[in-house]
Every structure is written in structure tokens, then in C-alpha cells.
Nanobody, 119 residues
């Protein structure tokens, strides 16, 4: 069974920083891509950032220059470093990973971690 375990959310003041982590465990390999989505109240889920094993990275325009996604393949973990946070960054951040398991190529979702940016 494959699980994604996220950590690192919380409450932070505008201008602050947070680092999110998402570790994939279980029988899964060749994780590609790995990424983060966010769900803000009253809005559709949107892609924040995604990273491929070859190093190709995509960011939402709203986070470019402030957020950095990275991955540790040995730990099956993807990170999201969030700097200069704004109130509009508030939402539930959900990890998404595509990988191979017994069921073939599948995407998996984490449970989500709340990020609140407020003074």
C-alpha cells in the first residue's frame, strides 16, 4: 500500500517562510513527477509546483521567485520551500505523486496540510 505523508504546514505571518515535506512510502518506484497543489477556500485546486526526475520544474506564476520545489530520490520525498508568504497563499497544500506500483502507473494524493498566512 502506498502512502504519502505530508508535514510542515502551519500558521505564519505575511513575509514568513514554511517548508513542506511529502514522503512516499510503500511499494512505489520511479516517482515522476512529484508536485504540490493547493486548495483555497472557494477556489479550484491549482498546481503550485511540480518537479520531474530529469530536473524539469514548473511553477504557478503566482509563486515564481518565492517558492522552490526540490526532491530527494533516495528518500522518495518532495519538498516545497515557501518564502515571502502572502495571505493569498493560504490553503490546504496537497502532495501529488505519479509512480509505478502493483497496480501499474498511478497517481497518489496526500491528505493535505493547512497553510495559513495571516497577521
Amino acid at each position: 500500500q502506498v502512502q504519502l505523508v505530508e508535514s510542515g504546514g502551519g500558521l505564519v505571518q505575511p513575509g514568513g517562510s514554511l517548508r513542506l515535506s511529502c514522503e512516499a512510502s510503500g511499494s512505489i518506484f520511479r516517482l515522476n513527477p512529484m508536485g504540490w497543489y493547493r486548495q483555497a477556500p472557494g477556489k479550484q485546486r491549482e498546481l503550485v509546483a511540480a518537479i520531474r526526475s530529469g530536473g524539469n520544474i514548473n511553477y504557478a506564476d503566482s509563486v515564481k521567485g518565492r517558492f522552490t520545489i526540490s526532491r530527494d530520490n533516495a528518500k522518495n520525498t518532495v519538498y516545497l520551500q515557501m518564502n515571502s508568504l502572502k495571505p493569498e497563499d493560504t490553503g490546504v497544500y496537497v502532495c501529488n505523486v505519479w509512480g509505478w506500483s502493483d497496480g501499474g502507473l498511478t497517481d497518489y494524493w496526500g491528505q493535505g496540510t493547512q497553510v495559513t498566512v495571516s497577521s
